[in-house]
């Protein structure tokens, strides 16, 4: 269910000290959404399970990058190699990220050159209008690289007239941001650019283990971070039915990792940019658009070069009718790299879909509510792989106006990256292409759920089976299919309420995973449990008040694939953040944030691999206070 607060945006942290809160009583379901069939509809026609964070809820709780936001507001498990700019992992309901599709305004951002997705550390979130998640196969509307769910992000446009900010905000570690955004729209044109930097002294990435006890991070040498990343959105009205949208991105990333113990610094370098452009156009009773992308990612580490190009084309076609609507549409894409860890390998790959969509409501005899059928198919065809077709099935049955029971079912299938068919390391590290690079097999993804909600709550099973699960083999230093099934099955409950008579907005999401092998081995780094609870106090003038908690149960960082041995256990443990925001008048806003209160700090072991005592391990962020001002205009 959508997490998104059902008042109007910040009304009430705005509203004068002689104006009541204000609660909007909209019905959480009529919420707009684009990551379904890729085009926008009503949730309410939508029949599976989706998230949705406003650009609100960013900057109520001063959120600064994309992982942050998906921990801390969508409940999904996010872990880092340490402070900010180190590699982070991004699991939703135990899928671990480069099964993920992150698409930023149409445009793929996954990495083809990485083993973990898109580079999820380096995205920062001051330019984002909303974040949309989809889980499960059905989000294969979108292709081979979403076998386990999109994250859809729209960035923001301008507003009508001239508008603009700038927000300077100061921490602990160091930590300094700074942002600003400029903007103009009028009847026949559009036009918005936004720079944020970000830099932090942060912490030592990896810290001793000692008698089992973490040592301090800030007891040693410290790997500090810089991010510089620029937005532009323009938009052109041709004529009443036709519309040109032009999107860049640009991101310059550097700082220091530790590479395999404390106080042994390595430096990192990324750079991201991307450029886009859709044609909006309408004839007859349909509407079209027609996308075009291209972009590139270079990363640096200690002198080991990545680097990676995709560019993509499609056409989507949209019919509604009385019943619901139809969608249409097809796409190519292409993924290359000439470098990876300084393997020339000069490889790509080519991936062609065609797909369609049919959402349709109806009511069964004598039912006083209607029922919601969503069906899908997708032809993708692979330059090195054999076809497939990916089909989804959706039914949804409104029992009221708010309260409904859905069941979906879908499959999909993932290609492997660049990354995991042709690099394989030799025993001292050195990268070089594998010989057997065609023998790794596609993944298959099935996915099962049912959910009964009702407003902003629900309820979901969820069961999904992954044949050929594509894994790493520490032994060969290569990827390999597992053989057989791996189970990804729990249980998923969340829930958001405005509460007027206590001046308080609550939400709240709790999930448990069992997550294994063919042969019963737990895959590792899936909490077996995991949850977080929000409160939002409104009840003073002005004034807006937050408590943000997180929980991770029993969660272990590997198993030795002879023996079944648990490795080391990062989980269990409590995290606690805060949040406040003044708005001093119309145009300047005060806020200040904390993060870990209880100092509390993931951690990943960095030697766990077939060992249950590991001596040193990956920190991440130790008590930090952050405060800011901005100013609007």
Not at 19 to 29: D, T
Not at 514 to 530: C, N, W
Request: aromatic share 10%; net charge neutral.
């Amino acid at each position: 269910m959508n997490l998104s607060f059902s008042r109007t945006a910040l009304s009430v942290a705005v509203a004068t000290s002689l104006s009541p809160p204000v609660w909007a009583a909209s019905n959480p379901l009529d919420q707009v959404i684009v990551s379904a069939t890729r085009v926008e509809q009503s949730k309410q026609d939508y029949t599976g399970n989706i998230t949705v964070i406003t650009s609100e809820q960013l900057q109520e709780k001063a959120i600064q990058t994309l992982p942050e936001a998906l921990d801390r507001l969508a409940g999904i498990p996010v872990y880092s190699n340490g402070g900010q700019g180190t590699t982070t992992s991004v699991f939703l309901r135990g899928h671990d990220s480069k099964r993920l599709l992150l698409v930023v305004d149409g445009m793929r951002f996954n990495d083809p050159a990485s083993t973990g997705g898109a580079q999820w550390q380096h995205l920062l979130v001051s330019d984002i209008e909303r974040i949309e998640i989809l889980p499960g196969a059905q989000a294969g509307i979108w292709g081979a690289d979403a076998a386990a769910g999109v994250i859809n992000v729209i960035t923001k446009k301008a507003a009508q007239g001239t508008h603009g900010s700038i927000a300077y905000t100061l921490g602990d570690l160091g930590q300094k941001q700074t942002q600003g955004t400029i903007g103009y729209a009028n009847k026949s044109f559009d036009a918005r650019v936004s720079y944020t930097g970000l830099s932090s002294d942060e912490f030592s990435s990896i810290t001793p283990i000692t008698n089992r006890e973490k040592q301090n991070p800030l007891a040693y040498e410290k790997d500090g971070y810089r991010n510089d990343t620029l937005n532009a959105k323009l938009g052109w009205n041709i004529a009443n039915n036709q519309r040109l949208e032009v999107s860049a991105f640009k991101a310059d990333a550097r700082g220091n990792y530790d590479g395999s113990a404390p106080i042994n610094t390595n430096y990192l370098t990324y750079q991201q940019q991307t450029l886009g452009a859709t044609y909006h156009f309408a004839l007859a009773d349909w509407q079209f658009a027609l996308n075009a992308q291209d972009g590139s990612i270079d990363r640096d580490f200690n002198g080991s070069l990545f680097n990676a190009k995709t560019n993509q084309q499609g056409v989507t076609a949209n019919r509604k009718d009385d019943l619901g609507g139809w969608t249409l549409g097809g796409d190519t894409s292409e993924q290359s790299s000439d470098t990876m860890s300084n393997a020339g390998i000069g490889k790509k790959q080519r991936q062609q879909g065609v797909f369609v969509v049919r959402t349709q409501s109806f009511y069964l005899p004598q039912a006083e509510h209607p029922t919601i059928v969503n069906l899908s198919l997708r032809n993708d065809d692979f330059n090195d792989y054999a076809s497939y077709v990916g089909k989804r099935l959706g039914l949804k049955q409104m029992l009221t106006k708010e309260a409904y029971f859905a069941i979906n079912m879908a499959d999909t299938r993932r290609m492997p990256n660049l990354f995991e068919r042709f690099i394989q390391y030799d025993s001292t590290f050195k990268a070089g292409v594998r010989s057997d690079a065609g023998s790794l097999r596609p993944e298959t993804v099935e996915s099962k759920e049912v959910s009964l909600g009702w407003k902003d709550y629900s309820l979901s099973r969820f069961e999904d089976k992954v044949s050929d699960l594509i894994d790493y083999d520490f032994a060969n230093r290569n990827y390999f299919n597992r053989s057989g099934e791996s189970q990804l099955n729990g249980w998923e409950w969340k829930a958001s309420e405005s509460l007027p008579s206590l001046a308080s907005e609550i939400s709240a999401c709790y999930t448990v995973l069992d997550a294994k092998t063919q042969t019963g081995t737990p895959l590792a780094r899936r909490p077996e449990t995991s949850g977080s609870l929000g409160w939002t106090y409104l009840g003073f003038n002005k004034t807006v008040l937050g408590v943000q908690s997180q929980f991770v149960g029993t969660r272990i960082d590997s198993y030795n694939t002879t023996t079944g041995q648990a490795g080391y256990d990062t989980g269990n443990y409590w995290l606690w953040h805060s949040n406040a925001s003044y708005q001093w008048n119309k145009e300047v806003r005060l806020f200040v944030k904390g993060i870990n209160l209880t100092d509390e700090r993931i951690a990943q072991a960095t030697n766990s691999f077939n060992a249950s005592t590991p001596t040193n391990y990956y920190a991440y962020s130790p008590r930090t206070l952050l405060a800011g001002v901005e100013y609007k205009f």
